[in-house]
């Protein structure tokens, strides 16, 4: 029996495939070509303009509530590290715990890496 030929594999298949070319939905896994990815990312941002001030305020509150309790998390994690933890270490812990304080917010349009330089 070839995987074509089972109702299961195919309904499976058929499945990712929708959710990988609905373009609504920002939280889909893409595995996109860097063209491609450019132009999904220009659809979300001029999507993100046509939002009503009342959203967009509301957002950018969000936003920056989740950075605060992400810098808040940091600062907990690494407090008392020094001497104890090598500073490297302390600094990819302080980013880690950024990161998954402040991952409530849009995880694409973020990382970890420019809090560790």
């Known amino acids: 029996m ?3 030929d ?10 990712a495939e929708n959710t990988m070319s609905d373009s609504k939905n920002h939280n889909s896994i893409d595995a996109l070509l860097p063209p491609e990815m450019a132009e ?9 303009t046509r939002l009503d ?17 992400g810098s808040m998390f940091s600062v907990v994690v690494t ?3 020094e001497g104890v933890l090598p500073f490297g270490v302390t600094r990819l812990l302080g980013a ?18 420019p809090a560790i330089i």
């Not at 089972?6 to 499945?15: M, Q, V, Y």
């Not at 001030?53 to 309790?69: D, H, N, P, R, W």
Request: without cysteine.
């Open 2 to 4: 070839r995987a074509a």
């Open 79 to 81: 407090t008392g590290a």
């Open 96 to 113: 880690w715990s950024f990161r998954l304080a402040s991952s409530s917010s849009s995880s694409a349009e973020q990382s970890f890496l």
């Open 40 to 48: 999904r990312a220009e659809q979300i941002g001029v999507e993100k």
């Open 6 to 15: 089972d109702p299961i594999i195919s309904a499976s298949l058929l499945n």
């Open 53 to 69: 001030t009342l959203s967009l305020m509301a957002l950018a509150v969000l936003a920056g509530a989740f950075v605060g309790f």
